[in-house]
């Protein structure tokens, strides 16, 4: 198993900058790659970013490319991956879900392991 925790949301203005976090424990050496996933209210789960854990390969949803940066460290005692987002737009907001997976490629959008999610709010 693997346990997933996300930290780093907040309330930020149109144009600004957040850095999430997902801390990843247990298992860690089973993952292949990790996400990050958003969801807004009355509005489906939706893929944003995929990172190969291994190699570092990255891969976004057009919404967020050249605003977004998914990046994995796990050259410490514990594992984690980010989510740098610049240039928040309105519909930025949601609720932001780190997610985990034991194999297929960055493009494939079910993975295995789940965070609680943190908010992301972006007022304009």
């Known amino acids: 198993q693997v346990q997933l925790v996300e930290s780093g949301g907040g309330l930020v203005q149109t144009g600004g900058s957040l850095r999430l976090s997902c801390a990843a424990s247990?298992?860690?050496?089973?993952?292949?790659?990790m996400g990050w996933f958003r969801q807004a209210p009355g509005k489906e789960r939706e893929f944003v970013a995929a990172?190969?854990?291994?190699?570092?390969?990255?891969?976004?949803v057009d919404s967020v490319k050249g605003r977004f940066t998914i990046s994995r460290d796990n050259a410490k005692n514990s594992v984690y991956a980010y989510l740098q987002m610049n240039s928040l737009r309105a519909e930025d907001t949601a609720m932001y879900f780190c997610?985990?997976?034991?194999?297929?490629?960055?493009?494939?959008?079910?993975?295995?392991?789940w965070g609680q999610g943190t908010q992301v709010t972006v007022s304009s």
């Open positions: 247990g298992l860690t050496f089973t993952i292949s790659r």
């Open positions: 997610a985990a997976a034991r194999g297929g490629p960055i493009e494939q959008r079910n993975y295995d392991y």
């Open positions: 990172i190969a854990w291994t190699s570092g390969t990255t891969f976004y």
